[in-house]
């Protein structure tokens, strides 16, 4: 990693408005986006087969932070790729991120992609990503260690209990990295608040018609109700930890 790099962390929560469609991405006026949300999320895994309609897209939207995402099919990608593929799709905007998104289990297979497009001062989010439920609390710690090269360790999880608010309260205020955790599911909506009362730096929300995950908030309303909220801040470590 060069020392050169320059990545600005968050200092609070950033609503992310994710697209997962080239029709949704050509939709979307720049001037209303700073409304809608903080960072605009290309899942460029769903646009793959368009990079050349993508590119001409992008040029509409110079002047506002991206972030880009090529999913494994795995952890929820819309198309099966194979390494080199999502190398060579991350490769092709590397100059326009801001952010790229990698799953930590991917991290090996793309090493040598990750730390060129990091030497131009793109920040790196590594990422792990569970459709089916949410994994116990020291697997979930083990791979924020694990992730610890990441500017800021993403954790998207289904909730099938609301005892998955407080496991995952209690990863935010214990972990001093830089970190985004969201619930997915029906309980999603609810999680989303609550992380990002807890300093979840990256919080998810859909740009046009579909959701990119199950439970997500349109990013617009995201925004407000996220700009409502106040700050829950760390425990101290003599206390209770999480709710
Ligand atoms: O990983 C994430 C988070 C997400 O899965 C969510 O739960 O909002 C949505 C995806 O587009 C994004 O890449």
Not at 80 to 89: C, P
Not at 186 to 196: D, E, F, G, K, T
Request: charge should be negative; glycine fraction near 6%.
């Amino acid at each position: 990693m060069s020392s050169q790099r320059q990545v600005t962390i968050p200092e609070c929560p950033l609503v992310v408005g994710s697209v997962a469609s080239l029709n949704h991405l050509a939709c979307l006026q720049p001037v209303e986006l700073p409304q809608q949300c903080d960072l605009l999320e290309i899942r460029l895994d769903a646009m793959s087969g368009h990079m050349d309609a993508l590119e001409l897209e992008l040029d509409r939207f110079k002047d506002f932070p991206l972030l880009f995402t090529a999913r494994c099919a795995a952890e929820g990608g819309a198309a099966v790729l194979s390494l080199e593929e999502r190398a060579e799709l991350l490769m092709a905007v590397a100059d326009r991120a801001t952010w790229i998104d990698v799953e930590l289990a991917s991290y090996n297979g793309l090493e040598k992609t990750i730390h060129e497009i990091r030497s131009r001062e793109v920040g790196l989010i590594l990422s792990y990503h569970n459709f089916d439920h949410t994994p116990e609390e020291f697997q979930l710690q083990r791979m924020v260690d694990m992730a610890e090269e990441a500017d800021i360790v993403k954790l998207a999880l289904y909730h099938k209990s609301v005892k998955d608010f407080p496991l995952c309260t209690s990863l935010l205020q214990r972990n001093t990295h830089p970190m985004a955790i969201m619930g997915m599911g029906p309980l999603a909506p609810v999680s989303r608040m609550l992380y990002a009362q807890h300093g979840s730096l990256l919080n998810y929300g859909y740009l046009g018609s579909e959701p990119t995950a199950p439970g997500q908030w349109p990013a617009e309303l995201l925004k407000t109700a996220i700009a409502a909220l106040d700050p829950i801040t760390k425990a101290p470590s003599n206390e209770p930890q999480g709710l």
